[in-house]
């Protein structure tokens, strides 16, 4: 069965750094997502991105965040100038095409450790 | 705003039922989908309804009443694997789920 795949599976980074997560949707989907959970937390949406372009972002997805679909496989989440509030297990989601509320379908995530 | 409830955690024994049921007030609706999540682990799909109504997959049944803003999830012949969190969420307009805050399920022998 086909799956969304994430690396790094965990990335330690000094405060202050960029880091940048990667994620290959399944191929056939056209909705991407990320969202995030923090330790014991519940799952936050980020941000959605459809036909290039962010369609939805939430509060947190500020100007330290960042989106790109570099070719046509990958989709990246780059956050700038890293906190240690930014510590979290990062998911990235992909659905298929179509109408009506289809399922979203996540990766393993990466856990972000930040020191 | 956004409110989603559902109970913190559940025990059951194995081969029994569990029902774990979620409560809801958001903005909009256009679905409202169950996840399974064993700890460090991905959110996976296990059921969807948009309309009212119970929708049944295998082991796994899920109930939508949206008048009420209720939902439930089902679990039959309760096995040891199925000891996770399990995450009630709300499709709003557009494109995000809107999560609760999950229901850690206990299964003991």
């Known amino acids: 069965e086909p799956e969304v795949t994430q690396t790094p599976s965990h990335q330690v980074t000094q405060m202050g750094q960029e880091v940048i997560l990667r994620c290959v949707p399944i191929?056939?989907?056209?909705?991407f997502y990320w969202y995030r959970q923090i330790l014991g937390q519940k799952v936050e949406f980020l941000v959605s991105?459809?036909?290039?372009?962010?369609?939805?972002k939430s509060e947190i997805f500020d100007d330290q965040f960042s989106v790109e679909r570099p070719d046509g496989s990958n989709f990246t989440l780059k956050i700038r100038s890293t906190k240690l509030e930014d510590s979290a297990m990062y998911f990235c989601?992909?659905?298929?095409?179509?109408?009506?509320?289809?399922?979203?379908?996540f990766g393993d995530g990466t856990r972000l450790s930040i020191l | 705003g956004q409110n989603i409830d559902q109970p913190t955690e559940m025990t059951a024994t194995e081969g029994a039922i569990v029902q774990i049921n979620c409560t809801y007030q958001?903005?909009?609706?256009?679905?409202l989908f169950w996840y399974q999540q064993h700890a460090g682990e991905a959110p996976t799909f296990l059921s969807y309804?948009?309309?009212?109504g119970l929708e049944e997959k295998g082991r796994f049944s899920s109930f939508l009443s949206r008048s009420k803003g209720y939902s439930y999830l089902l679990l039959k012949e309760l096995q040891m694997k199925d000891s996770a969190s399990y995450l009630c969420?709300?499709?709003?307009?557009?494109?995000?789920?809107?999560f609760g805050a999950g229901t850690i399920l206990r299964v003991k022998s």
């Open positions: 989601a992909s659905r298929p095409p179509g109408t009506g509320p289809q399922p979203q379908h």
């Open positions: 191929s056939n989907h056209l909705y």
């Open positions: 991105f459809y036909n290039n372009e962010i369609s939805e």
């Open positions: 958001t903005s909009g609706f256009n679905g």
């Open positions: 309804n948009v309309l009212d």
């Open positions: 969420a709300v499709k709003e307009y557009g494109n995000k789920l809107v």
